[in-house]
């Protein structure tokens, strides 16, 4: 005979609970098991060799341009390959100046320290040919740089100009007559060492 007791226990709601929840459990692990046989990892191909080292080398090339140009954005900011400067010389020693010694030679001159023109005052440079196996360079200036040449020598008359090429003093001829656009480094050299000078003392 069924009592009240067994009927409560039966008409408990709670009863069937646990068999739902462990069926709805059931179900979302079949779906979960279903979606990760689907889904395939992805595969990365390595690059071949050939490929990396092609742009390593392109990046590489790109450093290169782009720290040759540092500076870019004036033209007095990039650095030439051979240093150019022209400066007023003396031939007797005064306070302030710079000793300085012509080179392949014993001779010795005093330079003022303000710069006349520099790399930057050059509109193109060329290599001429003073004898049999000896050559010098040619330089053709700016306006600018040919105006402060003309007003410095003018008032220089009988007394050095010395052209120093990397800071040492190549030659230093006494001014005859005002320089105006044009100046030439003699020096003696050989076509090849010309040629460098040449090359080198314009901005690139």
Do not use: C, K
Not at 82 to 105: K, M, N, T, Y
Not at 160 to 173: F, K, N, R, Y
């Amino acid at each position: 005979m069924t009592n009240v007791s067994d009927l409560l226990r039966q008409a408990d709601p709670l009863n069937d609970e646990a068999g739902r929840l462990e069926d709805a459990r059931d179900q979302i692990r079949r779906t979960v098991v279903a979606a990760a046989s689907v889904a395939r990892p992805v595969s990365r191909r390595p690059l071949p060799r050939r490929r990396v080292v092609l742009a390593a080398a392109a990046g590489l090339a790109v450093l290169v341009v782009a720290g040759s140009f540092v500076g870019f954005g004036d033209r007095g900011a990039l650095q030439a390959a051979v240093r150019f400067e022209v400066r007023l010389a003396e031939e007797r020693p005064v306070p302030g100046l710079i000793v300085a010694r012509v080179a392949d030679s014993g001779r010795t001159i005093y330079l003022h320290p303000e710069l006349i023109v520099t790399n930057d005052d050059i509109a193109q440079s060329w290599v001429t040919q003073e004898g049999a196996d000896h050559f010098g360079v040619s330089v053709e200036l700016l306006e600018a740089g040919a105006q402060r040449m003309r007003q410095a020598t003018a008032a220089h008359l009988g007394r050095p100009v010395a052209i120093l090429i990397d800071g040492e003093v190549v030659t230093a001829p006494a001014v005859r007559s005002a320089i105006s656009n044009s100046a030439v480094i003699s020096g003696g050299y050989s076509r090849s060492a010309a040629e460098r000078i040449a090359d080198g003392i314009g901005v690139r």
